[in-house]
């Protein structure tokens, strides 16, 4: 029934004129409407000294705005009719969700545009961990250490043999950026470009879960001109992350040891992990930590209480009065606290982003006046105008999808 609503919806698109994306998405119900911003809840602290400016985000864009529900669209809080109040977080956006129903429980601006920091190593772990063998063993390159100074680093050296495991427990629980560089050039193909093939799958991937937010320009997170994420997106990748044992063996890991390297004379040593939220919550699954001084600090957390498995996601956040990890543990009781059928959201899957396997009708090929070769309908498979009332339907038909799906018991709005 969807996929035909769709359709339909792309037949009847081709017969209205429209001038542009926006013009449609404005004529979209409710969620390319207006809305009055809900503030968060927010403790009273001060801004810390010397915080560089955040980079400017792209403008909104109201239909990948309510991916998920139309109730997602907004900068300010959304939460159940008559749920409690969450607990005050210096976070800028939040979301907690159910990564077994896909139900959202609520959140601060959800699809609003954050930097990730390493938090972005997720998106690195749900493209490439399938692809590589944990057993396999590669030698570190010099370009493997080309990271931001004083960043975090698992302390990878330059001809050092390494297997895909042990990299990987170093960049989860280390946060090692040489990590993140030495494993997105062996998934690129272990070329000089190998690392930006990744950065390609990583956002080919992040558009395929329906992340429409994110967009990487480093595997680790290190800050890049036009690299942001949301906290929805970061659910999405998470979902996908804590499906896959490994992953979850790797972020559940205290401590692991880098081995020796006797070719370069040099012993091994441990390390540990700093998502203290493995240490001290009970029923934690793991996540990730992050921190750049122009992201703040962000953090993906999950953990299983009752048959329920839900995930916190946090953005632009400050160290005190908590940590990222202790404001997503107090999320996480907020949202472990609500009833099971308490929603105001879904995460969506690919299957729901899928096109419509029907094809949409194409017009007749205009007359014109230019060269055979260029009237050639074979040459020229779209008019101009036909092309871009196709990508138009594209990018609103996961709205007006998954408008249609919403199947909650008690709908969700925002509260004060």
Not at 163 to 180: E, R
Request: charged share 15%; net charge positive.
């Amino acid at each position: 029934m969807i996929r035909r609503s769709l359709a339909a919806l792309g037949v009847a698109l081709l017969t209205v004129p429209l001038s542009s994306p926006a013009e449609a998405a404005a004529a979209l119900p409710g969620a390319a409407r207006a809305r009055v911003d809900v503030p968060c809840p927010k403790p009273k602290v001060a801004p810390p000294p010397n915080r560089p400016p955040r980079p400017v985000p792209p403008p909104d864009d109201p239909v990948g705005s309510a991916i998920g529900g139309d109730t997602l669209a907004t900068h300010g809080l959304v939460i159940p009719a008559g749920a409690k109040p969450p607990p005050a977080v210096t976070a800028t956006t939040w979301m907690v969700a159910d990564l077994d129903t896909g139900e959202v429980l609520g959140g601060c601006g959800p699809h609003v545009f954050q930097t990730p920091a390493s938090v972005q190593k997720t998106l690195l772990a749900a493209t490439v961990i399938d692809k590589l063998n944990p057993k396999q063993k590669i030698t570190v390159a010099r370009s493997d250490l080309n990271i931001e100074p004083d960043s975090s680093a698992v302390g990878l050296l330059v001809g050092g043999q390494y297997s895909i495991s042990t990299l990987w427990l170093g960049l989860m629980l280390n946060s090692g950026n040489d990590a993140a560089n030495a494993l997105a050039r062996l998934a690129g193909g272990g070329g000089a470009d190998g690392v930006a093939r990744t950065v390609a799958a990583m956002n080919a991937n992040a558009r395929r879960l329906g992340a429409y937010q994110t967009h990487a320009v480093t595997p680790s997170g290190l800050d890049g001109p036009g690299q942001f994420t949301s906290a929805y997106d970061l659910a999405l990748i998470a979902r996908v992350c804590f499906a896959n044992a490994d992953f979850r063996r790797y972020v559940l890991t205290r401590s692991a040891q880098m081995p020796a390297q006797p070719k370069l004379k040099k012993g091994g040593f441990q390390f540990q992990n700093e998502n203290k939220l493995v240490y001290n919550y009970p029923g934690a699954l793991g996540g990730k930590t992050g921190f750049t001084t122009v992201a703040r600090h962000s953090y993906v957390g999950a953990a299983k209480r009752n048959g329920r498995t839900l995930v916190v996601t946090l953005l632009g956040a400050e160290a005190r009065p908590q940590r990222g990890w202790q404001q997503g543990a107090a999320l996480l009781d907020w949202g472990f606290a609500l009833p099971k059928d308490e929603s105001v959201g879904k995460l969506v899957s690919p299957d729901d982003l899928a096109p419509s396997p029907s094809p949409i009708p194409k017009p007749a090929a205009p007359k014109s006046a230019v060269s055979g070769a260029e009237a050639d309908d074979s040459s020229q498979p779209m008019s101009f105008l036909a092309a871009g009332t196709v990508a138009l339907v594209l990018a609103v038909a996961p709205l007006l999808l998954l408008l249609t799906q919403r199947r909650r018991r008690r709908p969700g709005r925002r509260q004060p």
